[in-house]
């Protein structure tokens, strides 16, 4: 009888089909296309005979014995192996440990001599085959290995089992595992103890991970294996950083990547430290460096060709935008990776970045956006196998936006089925800590259940970071539940540990702050509020001074700005509460809101925030013979401080109950009722001229007696120079009327300034204001403007008062001919649109002729390719290093004093700061798209003053200019702020 025929007796035999794959493990090895033959020639067989019932039992088994064949025998490989590495190659077939070691038995000499393979065999496996080979060297080494070879076999096992989900068995088998004293069992006591390093960091036992990973750190250096090392220091990293130990984990990250030389083999491994090293930069609050870090990870990968490694490198460069607050670019970075990810048909990478989108758009306020991109999410990682922890934020994502659109219940149920998810997903502590730290969204659940779920789980969570927000969360319920001491308690017994695991990282600082935020409006301890705030300040200003890229600076004011919010509440709401003075409340409350005004502007300009001290040297420098005030803005969630600074006077301190909400939505809808809004629907045509009173601007009159209340600090026809803060940027204070109904400019002259800090370096100038009578006009209108002629008008402003003007106007007004016409040009007037570029304000620009163009420019700059913007902007830097720039740049372009926020640590992408920062004097521009009759009559006015007499201040022309429209009886409509109100002077005033 053939073997085959054999295996169709005992198949016959068989009384259960579930017992059918033991026996074909069993009668290994055999030809399995030769038995499915044979199976179908005995049914054939037995048909022919009148054996139907036979015949039929055989056809069924064809499907189960083909379902169930091992590799192995699938091949048709049944001739027996010859050799060891014919044997291993022949177990790689096999499906299963079991197959592995039924084939492997029968050959119990070759796989004696197939244990010097082992080791060299398992380390050229390719990552995709790593699980079967780990098995077959697990049976080998087991089975009829030595010490050593049983030790191999065991970490093999232990490693495919701590895969699996089975803990415990693989710490059972590593135990188990006793390498010799040879030099061989010395390396292979190293990568047992590797095994136990990963498989403590699995338990989630990070602190005895660490001691392990030491060890072997200790016998790695020892040996001298270099590459052991390198693999102890990138698993301590790991590991410290999730300790929340961030700057240990730098130093052992950057050991690795100053010592590994940076080749072929490397490439890989160096882009992966990369990532690392970027993720805990961004730990220690160091955005601009761990950008640099995931840039360069990412072109190491593109090196290697790794596309899962620069995967990641993209998607933490992206997300590093959206932690600095830059949500539109990243938001744009995004959308870039998810299309490539969806031309790839990659699943995971797909769902991953959608849930990025929908996070960035929930930052943004856009819930219905974040909501769709959640549910893609949701749908993409149907496919994906169960245990990813996307699907976990894909369902809290869902659930965040659900809350935001206002649909509570649906949200409730949503964060359930997120909790089990994650549960079931084996997440459980992520999963829980999000669960309750949302519970903070909704009144009715039942308090005491929810604090001693928190109080629960604080005990059990084992990551740093989740028991960090979990605790402070803790505190904070515990103290508004009436327990002051022990929420106190738990807050300083968490800043502890935190400061104890790393006093640089975030980590502390949020605890910190959080903490003082307790102290302050829960426990009724101001002092000790102070106290903390201002450790937490000074956090913040390391963390500044660190900060390599001068951009960062106002994003990390913007991340950390309710610290200076919280101080300025403290200082200027209760001083009597801290033991100070109003006077020395008030000069440590103004130093604060000048530290925290344009950092990034002043990081260019190589100037230091201004002192109350020094300010006040300054006022008394500059200020004209009939004195003069500095007003300077702090805009808060839901108070706006102001600082009034008069000659001869004391410092003074406001609080007004104006939100930056509140401002922002004046700010967005002033511009749209000028302007008009032809986006929306019905759409908007812009204000007529003549009948500007037909649209209400009561929104903004309303803010008017709160805002300008500081004016009775201040003497009447007097200079008040204003720096704003936030959405004020964007409103005409000037306009805005006192609590006797009168507009502010009627009173006093109102020029502006980004920051009184800024200011301060420009009045160091002392530029004298040139008056020889030379100025120069440019005019260029773009392609899509449907009047070009109004663009070229403008010089006869200048001619009518009295200038001996230079015109460059259409294809004349290329860069070099505008910059060679400066030199000589004590004003310059420029009639064109303006570029601005949130990311780099230095990029920003005028729009001119390309030279030697004929046609015009177009105004949609963002089309144009970087040497396309290169040859039509007008850049402020552009001015920096000229030899001469005029002491007054006039931008009568659409809205050239429109600024774009681009986050809150008051850094407003537009023209007017870029060309104060580049070197220009005084700047007038405007708040919006300026009527061409009321704005060439304030401009020729002011133009004639000046020509008429050059001792005039600069500040005195441009009010009295303005008072001219403002006392028009014959034409009323020019006593409206769209009219009046528009143009404005920014910088120095004299």
Same mark, same amino acid.
């Given at each position: 009888m053939t073997q085959t025929q054999d295996i169709i007796e005992r198949l016959l035999l068989l009384d259960? @089909?579930? /017992?059918?794959? *033991?026996?074909?493990? &069993?009668?290994? !090895?055999?030809?399995?296309? $030769? %038995? +499915?033959?044979? =199976?179908?020639?005995?049914?054939?067989?037995?048909?022919?005979?009148?054996?139907?019932?036979?015949?039929?039992?055989?056809?069924?088994?064809?499907?189960?014995?083909?379902?169930? @064949?091992? /590799?192995?025998? *699938?091949?048709?490989? &049944?001739?027996? !192996?010859?050799?060891?590495? $014919? %044997? +291993?190659?022949? =177990?790689?077939?096999?499906?299963?440990?079991?197959?592995?070691?039924?084939?492997?038995?029968?050959?119990?000499?070759?796989?004696?001599?197939?244990?010097?393979?082992?080791?060299?065999?398992?380390?050229?496996?390719?990552?995709?085959?790593?699980?079967?080979?780990?098995?077959?060297?697990?049976?080998?080494?087991?089975?009829?290995?030595?010490?050593?070879?049983?030790?191999f076999g065991r970490a093999m096992w232990a490693a495919l089992l701590r895969r699996?989900?089975?803990?415990?068995?693989?710490?059972?088998?590593?135990?188990?595992?006793?390498?010799?004293?040879?030099?061989?069992?010395?390396?292979?006591?190293?990568?047992?103890?590797?095994?136990?390093?990963?498989?403590a960091d699995a338990d989630g036992e990070l602190e005895e991970a660490v001691r392990l990973a030491r060890e072997g750190l200790t016998i790695a250096t020892a040996h001298a294996d270099i590459v052991a090392a390198w693999l102890c220091h990138e698993r301590l990293a790991g590991y410290l950083r999730s300790l929340g130990r961030t700057s240990e984990a730098l130093s052992h990250v950057n050991i690795v990547l100053e010592s590994m030389p940076d080749h072929r083999e490397t490439?890989?491994?160096?882009?992966?430290?990369?990532?690392?090293?970027?993720?805990?930069?961004?730990?220690?609050?160091?955005?601009?460096?761990?950008?640099?870090?995931?840039?360069?990870?990412?072109?190491?990968?593109?090196?290697?060709?790794?596309?899962?490694?620069?995967?990641s490198a993209v998607t933490n460069g992206a997300a590093s935008l959206s932690k600095a607050g830059r949500q539109r670019e990243a938001l744009q970075a995004f959308e870039q990776v998810l299309a490539e990810a969806r031309r790839h048909h990659d699943d995971r990478r797909v769902s991953a970045t959608l849930n990025n989108i929908g996070q960035i758009r929930l930052a943004m306020g856009d819930a219905a956006g974040a909501r769709a991109a959640f549910r893609d999410a949701i749908n993409a990682s149907r496919t994906l196998p169960q245990g990813d922890s996307?699907?976990?934020?894909?369902?809290?994502?869902?659930?965040?936006?659900?809350?935001?659109?206002?649909?509570?219940?649906?949200?409730?149920?949503?964060?359930?089925?997120?909790?089990?998810?994650?549960?079931?997903?084996?997440?459980?502590?992520?999963?829980?800590?999000?669960?309750?730290l949302r519970g903070q969204k909704f009144d009715d659940q039942d308090r005491a259940a929810h604090l001693g779920l928190l109080?629960?789980?604080?005990?059990?969570?084992?990551?740093?970071?989740?028991?960090?927000?979990?605790?402070?969360?803790?505190?904070?319920?515990?103290?508004?539940?009436?327990?002051?001491?022990?929420?106190?308690?738990?807050?300083?017994?968490?800043?502890?540990?935190?400061?104890?695991?790393d006093p640089e990282g975030l980590e502390c600082l949020h605890i910190r702050t959080r903490f003082a935020s307790a102290l302050a409006h829960e426990l009724g301890r101001p002092r000790a509020a102070l106290a903390e705030y201002q450790l937490a300040r000074r956090h913040v200003q390391r963390l500044l001074a660190r900060t390599q890229v001068p951009d960062r600076r106002a994003e990390l004011v913007s991340e950390h700005f309710g610290i200076y919010e919280e101080l300025l509440g403290l200082l200027v709401g209760a001083p009597e509460s801290l033991g100070l003075t109003e006077s020395e409340a008030w000069r440590l409350a103004f130093d604060l809101h000048e530290e925290a005004k344009s950092p990034t502007t002043l990081a260019h300009l190589g100037a230091a925030p201004l002192t109350t001290d020094r300010t006040e040297a300054l006022l008394a420098d500059a200020a004209p013979p009939e004195g003069m005030a500095f007003v300077s803005f702090f805009c808060g969630t839901r108070h706006t401080y102001v600082f009034v600074l008069a000659t001869h006077a004391e410092l003074r301190a406001e609080r007004v109950r104006i939100g930056r909400d509140e401002l922002q939505g004046a700010a967005d809808e002033l511009r749209r009722i000028f302007n008009g809004d032809p986006q929306s629907f019905p759409p908007l045509a812009p204000l007529r001229p003549r009948a500007p009173h037909r649209r209400s601007i009561a929104f903004l009159d309303a803010l008017g007696p709160r805002l300008t209340a500081f004016a009775e600090f201040t003497a009447p026809q007097t200079l008040i120079c204003v720096a704003p803060h936030g959405p004020l940027h964007l409103l005409p204070l000037h306009a805005l009327p006192m609590a006797d109904g009168a507009r502010l400019a009627t009173r006093n002259c109102l020029t502006y300034t980004p920051s009184l800090s800024v200011l301060a370096p420009v009045l160091r100038r002392r530029t004298p204001l040139r008056r020889t009578g030379r100025a120069l006009f440019v005019g260029v209108a773009a392609q899509e403007d449907p009047n070009p002629e109004l663009f070229r008008t403008d010089g006869t402003l200048?001619?009518?008062?009295?200038?001996?003007?230079?015109?460059?106007?259409?294809?004349?007004?290329?860069?070099?001919?505008?910059?060679?016409?400066?030199?000589?040009?004590?004003?310059?007037?420029?009639?064109?649109?303006?570029?601005?570029?949130?990311?780099?304000?230095?990029?920003?620009?005028?729009?001119?002729?390309?030279?030697?163009?004929?046609?015009?420019?177009?105004?949609?700059?963002?089309?144009?390719?970087?040497?396309?913007?290169?040859?039509?902007?007008?850049?402020?830097?552009?001015?920096?290093?000229?030899?001469?720039?005029?002491?007054?740049?006039?931008?009568?372009?659409?809205?050239?004093?429109?600024?774009?926020?681009?986050?809150?640590?008051?850094?407003?992408?537009?023209?007017?700061?870029?060309?104060?920062?580049?070197?220009?004097?005084?700047?007038?521009?405007?708040?919006?798209?300026?009527?061409?009759?009321?704005?060439?009559?304030?401009?020729?006015?002011?133009?004639?003053?000046?020509?008429?007499?050059?001792?005039?201040p600069l500040w005195v022309c441009y009010w009295r200019a303005q008072r001219e429209l403002l006392d028009r009886s014959d034409a009323p409509w020019l006593t409206h702020p769209y009219h009046f109100a528009p143009m404005v002077l920014n910088g120095d005033w004299r």
């Open positions: 259960q @089909l579930s /017992r059918l794959p *033991a026996v074909l493990e &069993a009668a290994l !090895p055999f030809d399995g296309p $030769e %038995l +499915l033959a044979g =199976l179908r020639a005995r049914a054939a067989t037995a048909e022919a005979g009148g054996r139907h019932a036979e015949a039929a039992f055989l056809r069924s088994l064809v499907p189960q014995v083909e379902a169930a @064949l091992p /590799r192995s025998a *699938a091949t048709g490989a &049944a001739r027996a !192996p010859e050799t060891p590495a $014919e %044997l +291993l190659d022949r =177990l790689l077939a096999c499906g299963s440990a079991l197959d592995q070691y039924l084939f492997a038995r029968r050959y119990p000499e070759l796989a004696r001599a197939s244990l010097p393979l082992l080791q060299a065999w398992f380390a050229d496996a390719r990552t995709v085959e790593r699980e079967r080979h780990a098995s077959a060297c697990a049976v080998i080494g087991v089975v009829w290995g030595g010490p050593n070879e049983q030790a699996r989900g089975a803990p415990r068995a693989a710490r059972r088998h590593l135990d188990r595992a006793q390498p010799d004293g040879t030099p061989a069992g010395d390396t292979l006591r190293l990568q047992l103890l590797t095994a136990r390093t990963a498989l490439v890989a491994k160096r882009s992966g430290l990369l990532n690392l090293r970027g993720l805990i930069q961004e730990d220690l609050g160091e955005y601009d460096l761990g950008a640099a870090d995931f840039a360069a990870a990412g072109l190491a990968a593109q090196r290697c060709g790794d596309d899962r490694l620069r995967f996307g699907e976990l934020i894909s369902w809290f994502g869902l659930a965040d936006a659900t809350s935001a659109l206002g649909d509570v219940d649906s949200a409730k149920q949503l964060y359930l089925v997120a909790l089990a998810t994650g549960i079931t997903s084996g997440h459980y502590e992520t999963a829980l800590g999000d669960y309750l109080q629960s789980a604080f005990t059990q969570l084992t990551s740093w970071r989740h028991r960090a927000a979990v605790g402070a969360f803790l505190a904070r319920e515990v103290i508004r539940g009436g327990e002051r001491e022990r929420g106190h308690r738990l807050f300083t017994d968490l800043l502890a540990e935190a400061a104890s695991r200048l001619k009518s008062a009295g200038w001996q003007v230079t015109e460059l106007t259409g294809s004349d007004a290329h860069s070099s001919a505008v910059l060679h016409a400066l030199r000589t040009a004590d004003v310059a007037h420029f009639t064109c649109h303006g570029y601005a570029d949130p990311a780099n304000p230095m990029e920003s620009g005028l729009v001119l002729s390309p030279l030697g163009a004929s046609a015009p420019p177009t105004k949609h700059i963002r089309r144009l390719s970087v040497a396309q913007r290169s040859a039509v902007l007008l850049r402020p830097s552009q001015l920096t290093d000229h030899p001469s720039v005029p002491a007054l740049i006039t931008l009568r372009a659409c809205s050239s004093a429109w600024q774009a926020e681009t986050n809150r640590g008051d850094e407003f992408a537009g023209l007017t700061r870029a060309f104060l920062q580049a070197g220009a004097r005084s700047v007038l521009s405007t708040l919006w798209n300026v009527n061409q009759e009321s704005s060439g009559l304030q401009v020729s006015a002011l133009y004639s003053r000046m020509k008429a007499d050059p001792n005039t």
